[in-house]
């Protein structure tokens, strides 16, 4: 069985004139719900083995707030997460699937669209939160049968869907 973790990055400040989107910094909010969310993990026991994460600063410093508190596995960087569409995040899982769990630090409308995707059955509390939307720091927990490599949509089990808001 394997586990992915979809984490949408922190709140993040509004792009300050001549600021590119990709440089936006998480805002005092996202610092605290990143950190919030890095404690949620560890208590519940949730321990990627790897984490791809997309390069802009918001994702970025996300997965510190979330590092600072949990184990977050091996990071890999990846530009792609930053622009890329529910396909793209979704062949990114499976070129970088090892034997165990993963956590992906991306970007709406994507994780969203993904794990909604994804999700073919799963706790109806977690499945109704998710339908409300993915806010910032949202994080949705999805099992499948077999190895990440192999996901596809419908395969998932969403078995908890967690936001700050929850917590």
Known sequence: MSKLYLLRHAKAGWALPGMRDFDRPLDATGVRDAAAMGLAMR?????????????AVRARQTLEGVAAQADTGRVVLLDALYSGDAAGYLSAIRDHDGRGSLLVVGHNPTMEDLAIALAGSGDAEALASLSAGFPTSGLAVLEFETELRHAAPGKGKLTAFLSPALL
């Open 43 to 55: 208590e519940r026991g949730y321990v990627p083995d790897l984490t791809l994460c997309s390069t």
